[in-house]
């Protein structure tokens, strides 16, 4: 069942939503050579705490961060903790949730810790997150769940090749339905698979995370031995951006942004939904 929120509902989404956005902004300044995965951590907690929200990863299937941290070719899951230095060169996707009066927000960015790092992989990172704007773009009311596949893959898909031969779309893992849960039902792929049909059609009142993860290699990963960290097989670095979105009546809301959504999609020619808490 895909759960349907009331416009009340979307604005208290929006609440959890802001103090994400706000997880972020703290945390990518934190983010600097030297600091640690964990001091990350505490950073996000504090920022949760000043808010007066819960987390919504914290102890989650037992999960002990209040932040996923994945450095580098850790594609998602990672789990913060001291050992783990940030250094300058170094990607770190950042992925934060927040609940607020029972309702959840998601979302993840990619940082660039220091300098050093090669134009391949400010390409990587900047190709992963406009296939998310794609995506987000295209959740708009008679649509259905893969035609925001479709616009996720196909952006990708139309980007120069880097000189490893081929972005990776991760394929264990991708967006889902948010709402009085952080993962509920419809999953969302990042590309088309036709044996999964067409998905069920986009209507308002649905909210969704979207999620695109892109490796510079293979699509490929494995667990570690903690049951959390997912990390590529080939060893390749990987980028992961994430929104929660909610679909209105007057278009999407993207409510893990601070404007909404609305300075990028209107370089998709959409107009965001107006801003419930504005």
Known sequence: MVEIKTPEQIAKMRAAGLVVAAMHAACREAAVPGATTKDLDEVAAKVLADHGAKPNFLGYGGFPGNICTSVNDVVVHGIPDRETVLKSGDIISIDAGAIVDGWHGDAAITVFVGEGHGPELYELSRVTEESMWAGIAAMRKGNRLVDVSKAIEGYIRRQPRPSSGRYGIIEDYGGH????????????????DRRRGRGPRLVPGMCLAIEPMVSLGSPKTHVLDDDWTVKTDDGSWACHWEHSVALTEQGPLVLTAPDGGRAKLAEYGVTAAPDPLA
Do not use: A
């Open 177 to 192: 339905g948010i709402g009085s849960q952080m993962h509920m039902d419809p999953h969302l792929l990042n590309y088309v």
